[in-house]
């Protein structure tokens, strides 16, 4: 009787410390409006108007940003986490934006509806605070990238849906755009620029 007093002790706190590990929602499937934009900051593509990830993108000038080509990758973290001490953990997911032939898929990405979320897969987080997610999104080759963060979502338990990261509430991520990463070559001459300005103007 006492073995199996023990043995019902051990389950109960194991299910209790499950519980208290909660689960969050990453999912993007199309059905929250939250899509992949990519736009072209110095104007020269499509007139600089950013369009969906995944439509007629590679057409209009945005190679190795079309349809599965956009990588995309998820970090939880406790709130008030520095991104890069987050990007030094192991990401929540990765994955690729929806290569789908349905239009209402297209411009997408889905990690799946629930994460359980652990103190090892969410170090530092004494899992009941508040958690704070980056998102990053680097298209192929590294032309356009972005990186955004949804704060203040609280894991759950024992709930059919997840608080989700992904929506239009308040600290969630309702849309992110992947802009041109400038060339190397181009920052140089800024910087070059730059410094000719400067010393033009000490000489004056």
Same mark, same amino acid.
Request: overall charge neutral; cysteine-free; aromatic content about 8%.
């Given at each position: 009787?006492?073995?199996?007093?023990?043995?019902?002790?051990?389950?109960?706190?194991?299910?209790?410390?499950?519980?208290?590990?909660?689960?969050?929602?990453?999912?993007?499937?199309?059905?929250?409006?939250?899509?992949?934009?990519?736009?072209?900051?110095?104007?020269?593509?499509?007139?600089?108007?950013?369009?969906?990830?995944?439509?007629?993108?590679?057409?209009?000038?945005?190679?190795?940003?079309?349809?599965?080509?956009?990588?995309?990758?998820?970090?939880?973290?406790?709130?008030?986490?520095?991104?890069?001490?987050?990007?030094?953990?192991?990401?929540?997911?990765?994955?690729?934006?929806?290569?789908?032939?349905?239009?209402?898929?297209?411009?997408?990405?889905?990690?799946?509806?629930?994460?359980?979320?652990?103190?090892?897969?969410?170090?530092?987080?004494?899992?009941?605070?508040?958690?704070?997610?980056?998102?990053?999104?680097?298209?192929?080759?590294?032309?356009?990238?972005?990186?955004?963060?949804?704060?203040?979502?609280?894991?759950?338990?024992?709930?059919?849906?997840?608080?989700?990261?992904?929506?239009?509430?308040?600290?969630?991520?309702?849309?992110?755009?992947?802009?041109?990463?400038?060339?190397?070559?181009?920052?140089?001459?800024?910087?070059?620029?730059?410094?000719?300005?400067?010393?033009? &103007? &000490? &000489?004056?």
């Amino acid at each position: 009787m006492k073995k199996l007093l023990i043995l019902s002790s051990v389950v109960a706190l194991g299910a209790i410390s499950a519980m208290g590990q909660g689960q969050v929602n990453l999912n993007d499937g199309g059905s929250t409006g939250v899509f992949l934009l990519i736009q072209d900051t110095t104007g020269t593509i499509n007139g600089g108007t950013a369009v969906k990830v995944g439509t007629a993108a590679n057409t209009a000038g945005f190679v190795g940003a079309g349809p599965g080509q956009v990588a995309v990758t998820v970090w939880g973290a406790p709130q008030g986490t520095a991104m890069s001490a987050a990007e030094a953990t192991t990401p929540l997911f990765q994955g690729f934006n929806s290569a789908s032939a349905l239009a209402g898929a297209q411009g997408t990405f889905n990690a799946g509806s629930a994460y359980n979320l652990t103190t090892a897969n969410v170090p530092g987080w004494n899992g009941s605070g508040p958690l704070e997610f980056f998102f990053q999104a680097v298209s192929q080759g590294g032309g356009y990238s972005a990186t955004v963060e949804a704060q203040n979502i609280t894991a759950s338990t024992g709930v059919a849906t997840p608080p989700a990261v992904f929506g239009a509430g308040a600290g969630q991520i309702s849309g992110f755009t992947i802009t041109s990463v400038p060339e190397p070559s181009t920052i140089a001459l800024g910087g070059l620029g730059a410094a000719a300005l400067l010393l033009f &103007r &000490r &000489r004056k």
